[in-house]
C-alpha cells in the first residue's frame, strides 16, 4: 500500500515539476528582418515588383520525357497491399505512362498561368506569387480586404487554382471580398531557395510579412494548411499587430503542454475532449502508431534532405511516387487500401500532375525538404515559439481525414482567441485542392465575425470582445 501511495505521489511531483517548467510564457523571440538569404552580402534592396509567367524551356520537357521513357521496370507490388507498402508500382506505371504519353505541358502551363504573377525580391530572395484583385464595381461599397494565402508540402500555388475565384467574386450577402496573394515559399518551385542554413518556418513568416508590406499591406488575413499553417500562425506571434485574423486548416499545438494534456486525456478523457471526437485521439496506442507509420518522410526530411532529394532530382518516376502516395493517404487514410490508391476520386490526374511539375521543372524537391530539417533542429526549437499564445483572432476548420487531430480544449491553450472552430463534413489534408467551396465558405464566414465586430466598433466607440 505504502509503495503504491509512494508512486502515485511521485508521479504527481514529476507531472508538477514538468508543468512548472512549462508554464512560463516565453518571450517573443526576435527575428531579424532584414536577414539576407540569397547569394552574396549584399544589403542593396530592390524593390521592383516584375511581372511573371511560367515558361519552360523545351528542352526541360524534352528531357523530362527521355527519362520517363527509360524508366526501369519496377518491382511487382506485394499482392493485395494496395498502398500500404507506400506507392502501388503497377497503378504508378499507368499515371507514368500518361504522364509520357497524354499529358500536354502547353496547355496546362497556359491554365497555370491565367491569374496575375509577378516576382519581387525579399531579404535577398525572388519570391514568385500569385496577386489576384476582386472585380468590384467602380463606387461599390463592397470593402477589399487583403489575404496572404499559404501552402505547405508537397504542395504549392497549384494547390489554389480553383479556390481563388470563391475567394475574389464578391458575394451578395457580405459587403466585402478579398483580394488574394498566394506565393510559393521559398525554395518552392518558382521562389529561390536560401543559400545558407536558418531559414525555417518562423523566418519565412518574416519574409512573407515582408513581402505583404512590399505590396503596401501593413494589416492583413491569412489562410494556411500543412506549413502554411505554421508560418502564418507564427505571423499572429511575431506581428499581432499586422494580422487581421488568422484562418487554419491543420490545427495544431507543438507546446509541451499540449503532450501533457494529450496523456492526461488517456486516463481522464472529459479533461480535453468530448465524447463525440473521442475516437480522433484515442486510445493514444492507435493513433501514435498510425503517425510513426506515415511520418517516415519527416525523419528523412527533417535529418538528411540532401540524400532524399538527389534520388527525387534524378528521377522522374521517384518524384511522381513520392508526392502522389501523400495526395492517396493524406486525403483519406482508407485510400491506401486500394490499388490505385482511388488518387482520382478527389482530384484528376492533370492537376497532380501539374503539382509535381512544378517540382521537377524548378529543380526544387530538394530544397523545399530543408525547410524540415530547418524547422526541426536546436535553433528552431530555442526559439519556443511554438509555446507562446496566439491572441489574434484565429479559426479552425477540422477536415474528417486530416492527419492528426487535437482537441478543442488543447488547441485553445495555444490559439488564446479561437474565435471560430468547425468540423466539416468531408476531405482531408489538402483542402484548397480538394474541397475549395468547404474552405472558402468557412473561410469567408470567419472573416465576416471579424469584419461585423469593426463595424460595431465604428458605430458605438467601444470594443467588443470575440
Known amino acids: 500500500m505504502w509503495k503504491i501511495v509512494f508512486i502515485v505521489l511521485l508521479v504527481i511531483f514529476a507531472v508538477s515539476r514538468l508543468f512548472s517548467s512549462y508554464a512560463d510564457v516565453p518571450e517573443v523571440p526576435n527575428i531579424p528582418?532584414?536577414?539576407?538569404?540569397?547569394?552574396?552580402?549584399?544589403?542593396?534592396?530592390?524593390t521592383n515588383i516584375r511581372p511573371f509567367k511560367i515558361d519552360v524551356p523545351k528542352e526541360i520537357i524534352d528531357d523530362l520525357n527521355a527519362r520517363l521513357s527509360r524508366t526501369r521496370s519496377l518491382r511487382k507490388p506485394l499482392d493485395s497491399a494496395g498502398w500500404t507498402y507506400g506507392v502501388n508500382s503497377e497503378h504508378l506505371q499507368t499515371v507514368l505512362e500518361y504522364w509520357?504519353?497524354?499529358?500536354?505541358?502547353?496547355?496546362?502551363?497556359?491554365?497555370?498561368?491565367?491569374?496575375?504573377?509577378?516576382?519581387?525580391?525579399?531579404?535577398?530572395?525572388?519570391?514568385?506569387?500569385?496577386?489576384?484583385?476582386?472585380?468590384?464595381?467602380?463606387?461599390?461599397?463592397?470593402?477589399?480586404?487583403?489575404?496572404?494565402l499559404v501552402h505547405g508540402w508537397?504542395?504549392?500555388?497549384?494547390?489554389?487554382?480553383?479556390?481563388?475565384?470563391?475567394?475574389?467574386?464578391?458575394?451578395?450577402?457580405?459587403?466585402?471580398?478579398?483580394e488574394v496573394i498566394?506565393?510559393?515559399?521559398?525554395?518552392?518551385?518558382?521562389?529561390?531557395?536560401?543559400?545558407?542554413?536558418?531559414?525555417?518556418?518562423?523566418?519565412?513568416?518574416?519574409?512573407?510579412?515582408?513581402?505583404?508590406?512590399?505590396l503596401g499591406f501593413e494589416k492583413f488575413y491569412t489562410q494556411g494548411g500543412d506549413w502554411g499553417s505554421l508560418i502564418t500562425a507564427n505571423m499572429g506571434v511575431l506581428f499581432p499587430d499586422s494580422v487581421f485574423g488568422i484562418h487554419l486548416n491543420a490545427c495544431f499545438s507543438f507546446a509541451p503542454s499540449a503532450t501533457i494534456w494529450t496523456i492526461f486525456g488517456s486516463f481522464v478523457p472529459s479533461l480535453t475532449i468530448s465524447d463525440e471526437h473521442w475516437s480522433k485521439m484515442y486510445p493514444l496506442s492507435h493513433h501514435w502508431s498510425r503517425m510513426l507509420e506515415e511520418s517516415g518522410y519527416l525523419h528523412l526530411q527533417a535529418t538528411k534532405p540532401d540524400t532524399i532529394g538527389t534520388a527525387l532530382t534524378d528521377s522522374p518516376a521517384g518524384l511522381a511516387a513520392y508526392i502522389l502516395e501523400k495526395f492517396s493517404t493524406w486525403t483519406n487514410p482508407e485510400f491506401r487500401f486500394s490499388k490505385d490508391g482511388r488518387l482520382l476520386e478527389k482530384f484528376n490526374i492533370d492537376e497532380l500532375l501539374d503539382n509535381v511539375m512544378v517540382y521537377w521543372v524548378t529543380n526544387s524537391i530538394t530544397t523545399s525538404m530543408r525547410l524540415y530539417s530547418e524547422s526541426f533542429n536546436k535553433a528552431h526549437f530555442n526559439l519556443r515559439i511554438d509555446s507562446i499564445p496566439i491572441h489574434t483572432p484565429l479559426a479552425c476548420a477540422i477536415f474528417p481525414h486530416e492527419i492528426f487531430y487535437q482537441s478543442?480544449?488543447?488547441?485553445?491553450?495555444?490559439?488564446?482567441?479561437?474565435?471560430?472552430?468547425?468540423?466539416?463534413?468531408?476531405?482531408?489534408?489538402?483542402?484548397?485542392?480538394?474541397?475549395?467551396?468547404?474552405?472558402?465558405?468557412?473561410?469567408?464566414?470567419?472573416?465576416?465575425?471579424?469584419?461585423?465586430?469593426?463595424?460595431?466598433?465604428?458605430?458605438?466607440?467601444?470594443?467588443s470582445e470575440l
Open 33 to 46: 528582418t532584414d536577414q539576407h538569404w540569397g547569394p552574396g552580402e549584399s544589403r542593396i534592396v530592390n
Open 100 to 148: 509520357r504519353t497524354k499529358y500536354n505541358w502547353t496547355e496546362r502551363q497556359t491554365l497555370l498561368n491565367k491569374y496575375p504573377q509577378f516576382k519581387t525580391n525579399i531579404q535577398g530572395l525572388d519570391i514568385h506569387f500569385y496577386h489576384v484583385k476582386p472585380t468590384v464595381p467602380k463606387g461599390s461599397s463592397v470593402k477589399v480586404l487583403p489575404l496572404l
Open 154 to 178: 508537397p504542395g504549392s500555388v497549384v494547390e489554389f487554382q480553383k479556390i481563388i475565384p470563391l475567394l475574389t467574386t464578391p458575394r451578395s450577402n457580405n459587403d466585402f471580398v478579398f
Open 182 to 214: 498566394a506565393p510559393s515559399l521559398p525554395g518552392y518551385g518558382f521562389s529561390d531557395a536560401a543559400i545558407r542554413p536558418g531559414l525555417g518556418n518562423a523566418q519565412m513568416s518574416v519574409v512573407l510579412k515582408n513581402l505583404m508590406s512590399r
Open 408 to 463: 478543442e480544449a488543447i488547441l485553445r491553450s495555444r490559439y488564446a482567441n479561437m474565435i471560430q472552430i468547425n468540423h466539416l463534413p468531408r476531405g482531408g489534408h489538402f483542402a484548397a485542392f480538394e474541397e475549395p467551396q468547404l474552405l472558402a465558405d468557412d473561410f469567408w464566414s470567419f472573416v465576416g465575425l471579424i469584419e461585423k465586430k469593426e463595424k460595431t466598433t465604428q458605430k458605438t466607440g467601444k470594443s
